[in-house]
């Protein structure tokens, strides 16, 4: 029980974070890349908080699902869907595919590993 209320606040206080860079930085660094990081540690938290056991592939599972969306978003899906003036659907689903994003998926799944492996270790 004590795993899920500390994966709960992390997503929590992380998602807030997202939000913010989303409503307040507009800058070529913070927003594009680290957004990009922490979204993948966002669902990431978010899963742990309904399963708290570990599963060793969930930072795996969770760069798939990412790569996934952004593969989508090359196929342009929320024009697909006929979506595009949904403004909820075009910031979750993203309206622009980019490599970079998957790098930075990547770059957050590898820190959520290594935090991970550390947190088990103590």
Known sequence: MKKRVVYVGVTIILLLVEVLIALFVHDRIVRPYIGDML??????????SWIPDSVRLLPV????????VEILQYFNLVELLGMTDNP???ILLGTS??????????AGCVLVWAVERRIRHL
């Open 88 to 90: 909820f659907l075009r």
């Open 39 to 48: 979204v993948v540690v966002v669902i990431y938290t978010f899963i742990r």
């Open 97 to 106: 595919f980019d490599v970079k994003d998957i790098i930075c998926y990547a």
């Open 61 to 68: 599972y969770v760069f798939l699902f990412a790569t996934g």
